[in-house]
């Protein structure tokens, strides 16, 4: 089974492409050997499952902490048929289920679509909930999520250094706010549950 996500990048004119896009690369480099970058702002990545959900996150607080961004995900569980020299040129279930799933979006920013409804229909309740606290990150919260779910075994304190914050008691703070540890519950909880299924 693959994983496919198909993204965009929310109100990318407010800012210069050169400030967002390395970001988004440097994120789907991170997660994957196979993405591909088309229409600007647009992207298209195979992704394991096991690293879908942080994927998600991850992306999201990165391109959140550039203020004023956001991005919308569409997922996709299937079988491949086939894979072309480029992932544009490939085909499958996986890409035809996040195709759709991209397409289904309106308020919500995430959703998935697999073979499985009963899979799906809880999921998804989990992705609007945990988007819907992420949707009120600020720059700080996003960076401190970020850094957080890059260096899972970092205490908050090492985390602080990273981010060139002056005391621990930041992170501990934006962490708590960005409701870090349910999003963390939601990641793990859907990854889990996923890799079951695949």
């Not at 988004?24 to 970058?37: A, M, N, P, R, W």
């Not at 550039?66 to 480029?86: Q, S």
Request: with cysteine; proline share 3%; hydrophobic share 45%.
């Amino acid at each position: 089974m693959h994983v496919i996500i198909i993204g965009d990048i929310v109100d990318s004119r407010h800012l210069e492409a050169g400030i967002w896009l390395p970001v988004l690369e440097e994120v789907l480099q991170k997660y994957s050997g196979t993405f591909d970058i088309f229409r600007g702002d647009s992207f298209q990545v195979d992704i394991s499952p096991a690293k879908c959900f942080e994927f998600v996150f991850y992306l999201k607080a990165r391109i959140r902490s550039l203020g004023g961004l956001d991005v919308r995900m569409g997922i996709g569980v299937g079988e491949v048929d086939y894979i072309g020299k480029e992932i544009k040129s490939s085909n499958g279930e996986a890409f035809v289920l996040a195709g759709q799933a991209f397409d289904s979006l309106k308020k919500e920013l995430v959703t998935i679509q697999s073979p499985w409804t009963a899979y799906d229909v809880p999921i998804n309740i989990m992705l609007d909930l945990a988007t819907e606290l992420a949707d009120k990150w600020t720059v700080n919260m996003a960076e401190s999520i970020a850094a957080a779910l890059a260096h899972p075994q970092a205490s908050q304190q090492e985390l602080a250094t990273l981010l060139n914050r002056k005391y621990q008691s930041q992170v501990s703070t934006e962490l708590n706010k960005g409701h870090y540890a349910l999003i963390s519950k939601v990641i793990d909880y859907s990854t889990q549950e996923l890799i079951n299924r695949c």
